[in-house]
């Protein structure tokens, strides 16, 4: 059986490093904002790996990236800071240790079932909790995150992002969220609640 402390450490074990970018902060902006009337276009200019990557929204639910030597501004910049991403109770019970498998096996859960209410243990419920404290999502006056963890959206691919780098994540002006995924060379935007 896994308490919430071990439980706690085993996500801990699995936490993601990334930034977080709001409109005031020292230094000068790593990215920009870029006010849209509600449609397809450009949406945020950020610097990434020495360059710029500007993520603009198609008609649709997608979108593309374009790479920049210069950014492109506009007057909502924006400002980093490192942070800690810790993975959601999908993460642990999917990259978990062996103890995590020992544990899901005792209840009989799969590793790659989401977690929900049935779960007959409460550490993942109780960790639940700590998570969401962690989250961006939960929390105030932060417009994007680079690196770190997705989200389990209830559109239930999550498992399909668990090996890809969440490149961003737009919370700014929600919805749609916008996250811009890396697969392999591949980059894939996606809008969430649109």
């Avoid at 085993?10 to 920009?32: F, H, I, M, V, W």
């Avoid at 994007?144 to 961003?168: A, N, Q």
Wanted: a negative charge; one cysteine or more; charged letters at 25%.
């Amino acid at each position: 059986m896994i308490d919430i402390v071990e439980f706690q450490e085993e996500a801990e074990k699995l936490a993601r490093s990334g930034q977080k970018y709001q409109d005031s902060g020292n230094g000068e902006p790593t990215a920009y904002w870029h006010e849209s009337e509600e449609g397809p276009g450009l949406c945020l200019s950020i610097l990434l790996d020495a360059q710029w990557l500007n993520v603009y929204l198609d008609e649709d639910s997608g979108g593309h990236v374009e790479f920049s030597s210069t950014p492109i501004t506009s007057p909502y910049p924006l400002f980093s800071s490192p942070y800690s991403s810790l993975p959601p109770v999908d993460g642990v019970f999917n990259l978990g240790s062996e103890k995590v498998g020992a544990f899901l096996e005792q209840h009989d859960w799969p590793r790659n079932e989401p977690f929900n209410d049935n779960f007959p243990a409460p550490a993942p419920s109780e960790y639940e909790k700590i998570w969401q404290n962690n989250c961006p999502l939960y929390q105030q006056d932060i417009d994007v995150v680079t690196g770190g963890w997705h989200f389990p959206w209830p559109d239930g691919d999550w498992g399909d992002f668990i090996h890809s780098e969440l490149v961003l994540w737009t919370l700014r002006d929600a919805e749609p969220w916008i996250e811009v995924f890396k697969k392999g060379d591949e980059y894939i935007v996606l809008q969430r609640g649109s």
